[in-house]
């Protein structure tokens, strides 16, 4: 049996971590970086014959991961939070095409639900840490 579809507004029932306890999170070797792992694994193991959303979601969960590493390198605080804000983005371009590729049946309930996990932790991080930008 499908799932419904997982929206990210379920985020906002998940309990929120502190500042600097969410940006160590998503440091390379991280959660981030699992996402990233897991993408091209997801990838490699179901592009038969679909490619199209296939690269989509490669590129939207590989970008997270690299505007979050030119985040904490960036030049200025405004600069940090920008990267911080696209990565957000990034994520939520990865959970639709990630719910597409589920729905239409490319990848299975445990590659869903194991990439799925990932985003939904990076979202409650990368809110965390945006939201902190809205309070300085």
Not at 3 to 20: A, L, P, R, T
Not at 40 to 68: D, H, P, W, Y
Request: charged share 30%.
């Amino acid at each position: 049996k499908k799932k419904d579809f997982v929206i990210s507004c379920e985020v906002d029932s998940v309990e929120w971590v502190k500042f600097n306890d969410a940006l160590a999170k998503l440091r390379e070797g991280s959660i981030g970086w699992q996402l990233v792992k897991t993408v091209i694994e997801s990838i490699n193991a179901t592009v038969k014959n679909e490619f199209v959303m296939s690269k989509q979601l490669l590129r939207s969960g590989t970008s997270v991961g690299a505007n979050i590493a030119e985040a904490e390198h960036g030049q200025t605080e405004a600069d940090f939070y920008a990267k911080m804000n696209i990565a957000l983005k990034e994520v939520a371009e990865t959970e639709y095409w990630l719910n597409l590729l589920y729905d239409t049946e490319y990848i299975s309930t445990e590659q869903f639900d194991s990439i799925m996990a990932d985003c939904l932790e990076l979202l409650r991080l990368l809110i965390s840490i945006t939201k902190k930008q809205k309070r300085i």
